[in-house]
């Protein structure tokens, strides 16, 4: 996560136990070196102060939970003694798990989408490479054709609530991440339901 995204994130207290949030992030802190203590405070863009406040008081933000555990690769739900797990692990799933479990669902990333590989290019590719390695059976996929369907100038009047919600959610996301259209659909859509 970049400095940013760190950024928006708030700065107020979300430690479950003081005492335990600060043996920690003191414990951490005072095992790293001062290169990687300048780059968590580069990346928190906080003061050395801000961060002797964490381990004396206990009192731990998302912001700085995020910057020490990225950076210190360790747990940020151990950090703020939501587990007892010492695992030093900060990966992507983790710091999604830890923004969606805090607030911060806009800011978590989607799961890349993996590409499956068709039976015939896993043939191929086996026959390239090691021989010995069997392809995996993969179930048949049936073609997907593509129907060109001229526009319709009527809505479809036959969505179900869950749908309309679902791309409602949609539109939230892209117009939180930037899209400009989305966000004036958004503006509009507000301004029709509200006024």
């Known amino acids: 996560m970049d400095n940013t995204l760190i950024q928006q994130l708030k700065q107020t207290n979300i430690s479950t136990d003081s005492e335990k949030t600060s043996e920690r992030v003191k414990q951490a802190w005072k095992s790293a070196s001062a290169t990687t203590k300048d780059e968590v405070m580069a990346l928190a863009d906080v003061a050395l102060s801000t961060i002797q406040r964490a381990y004396r008081t206990g009192s ?8 020490l555990a990225q950076v210190l690769k360790v747990n940020p739900f151990y950090l703020t003694a939501e587990t007892d797990e010492a695992a030093d692990i900060f990966d992507e799933q983790t710091l999604n798990a830890f923004l969606i479990a805090h607030g911060y ?15 015939a290019a896993q ?18 996929v049936a073609p997907i054709f593509i129907v060109e369907v001229a526009p319709s100038p009527a809505i479809n009047t036959e969505l179900c609530d869950a749908d309309v919600l679902t791309l409602l959610h949609a539109l939230q996301l892209k117009a939180s991440f930037g899209a400009e259209e989305a966000g004036a659909s958004l503006r509009k859509l507000y301004d029709i339901l509200l006024g």
């Open 105 to 119: 669902e806009a800011l978590a990333t989607a799961p890349k989408a993996r590409r499956r590989r068709t039976k």
């Open 123 to 140: 043939t191929e590719s086996n026959a390239a490479g090691n021989s010995e390695v069997e392809p995996k059976a993969e179930p048949e």
């Open 60 to 67: 731990l933000s998302a912001k700085l939970a995020v910057a």
